[in-house]
């Protein structure tokens, strides 16, 4: 994994571009202790980090870098309902009563950000609306079926159009099927993160920035130890997701076969004209294609259009990168074809095996959240409150994630990567028949 490159680029962001953040926190010095330790400060260990502290327990994160300086703060910004998976993994596992109860969960992730936000009053540019596309009549009868069965087994409900009436909701000659919902939608995701770590703080958090836990001693005391201190707890959270093994070899290698770091790329241009957008994207939603390799974009508040996508399964930066985006960009909307692009960013998100999230357990007090597989933005804040109920004494719905099972990549450390290289230039094949 090239985390220097992928930091590097992240820097060029347009979320870095558009926030102040607060100078960088002091590193953990010395020894300490805590009720509970989480590592890593991107949405997930925030999350549980604020549920935890409400709770009345003495909490201390550790971030190897900055304050979701990882994919908490350089992703799409897409505030989805649902699970990347889509539900078939949980009603083949768990039932239809426990798919049920995984489905109205991902409606209370969607409310639980909302109310943070107005809690904390984090101001992140928050827009409700999402579009659901498809580009080939192939893909146009997979979305329907999909939202079909959604509403007939869930009760939830799209506006689905297809044909020319696609154009009312977005102005592309791409798309011959879209479906609009209410329910998702978009925002500004760092602004949202440093928005999460103030309210943490704000209820006695420490949070320590640049202080890699390079181990963690584990048994009834769990022990984290950095370069330059430790952090003794009764519990531990790692929401480190697919840079904990890059920093802390020895924390949790169990966890890395389970989950893979994949890389997306976002290109952001410069301001466009109010009624242009107005006439690509009439209700100003994120949209998001139904492709193995899929394309996601939206406008920001400053009305650029943040076009992400050409997801990478080699942990290298492609080449060109943004000639190869604007150029997909042109293709979705031609009108955009000449409009300068300013900003390029991207870095690693990460995957399970079947797109579900992998929450559960080393021992008895050592929790793990990863595997958001890109639906993350409301996704995390649940897995930080389920995991602080879990710490708690309560259980019950963070185990409905916890005895999901998963699968390990194969191929093992050498040769999964070239294995999904080329998985995904077949599904990239069948995605253009």
Known sequence: MLLASDTQLNQKSYYEASVQREPVGAPLQGDTTADVLVVGAGFAGLSAAIE??????????????????????????????????GQEPFEKQMGKANARLAWDMSLEAIALMDQRMAE??????????????????????????????????????????????????????????AAYERQSGHLHPLKYGLGLARAARSLGVQIFEQSAVLDI?????????????????????????????????????????????????????????????????????????????LDYFRFSVDRRMLFGGRVSYSTRTPKDLATVMTRRMAQVFPALQDVPVEFVWGGFVDISMNRAPDFGRLGQNLFYLQGFSGHGVALT????????????????????????????????????????VLGMAYHQLKDLM
Not at 70 to 82: E, F, K, L, P, W
């Open 52 to 85: 935890l502290a409400r709770r009345g327990y003495r909490v201390v994160v550790l971030e190897a870098d900055r304050v979701c300086s990882g994919a908490s703060g350089r992703n799409g910004g897409q505030a989805i309902v649902g699970y990347a998976s």
């Open 120 to 177: 904390f009053q984090i101001d992140c540019d928050r827009v409700s609306g999402y579009l659901y596309v498809a580009d080939s009549p192939r893909k146009a009868r997979a979305l329907e079926e999909d939202l079909q069965s959604l509403e007939r087994r869930y009760g939830f409900k799209t506006d689905l159009a297809r044909g020319a009436d696609v154009q009312e909701h977005i102005r592309s000659p791409r798309y011959c099927a």
């Open 217 to 293: 001693q584990r048994g009834a005391t769990l022990t984290a130890c950095t370069t330059r201190g430790t952090v003794r707890a009764q519990w531990g959270v790692l929401a480190g997701n697919c840079t904990l093994g890059e920093y802390g070899p020895r924390v949790a290698p169990e966890l890395a076969p389970r989950i893979m770091p994949v890389g997306t790329y976002i290109i952001g241009t410069a301001p466009l004209g109010a009624d242009l957008c107005q006439q690509l994207i009439p209700s100003n939603a994120s949209v998001c294609d139904n492709n193995f390799v």
């Open 381 to 420: 804040g649940l897995a930080g409150k389920l995991v602080a109920e879990a710490v708690a004494g309560q259980a019950e719905r963070f185990d409905v994630f916890a005895r999901m099972q998963h699968r390990k990549f194969p191929g093992g450390s050498l040769l999964r990567t070239p294995s999904l």
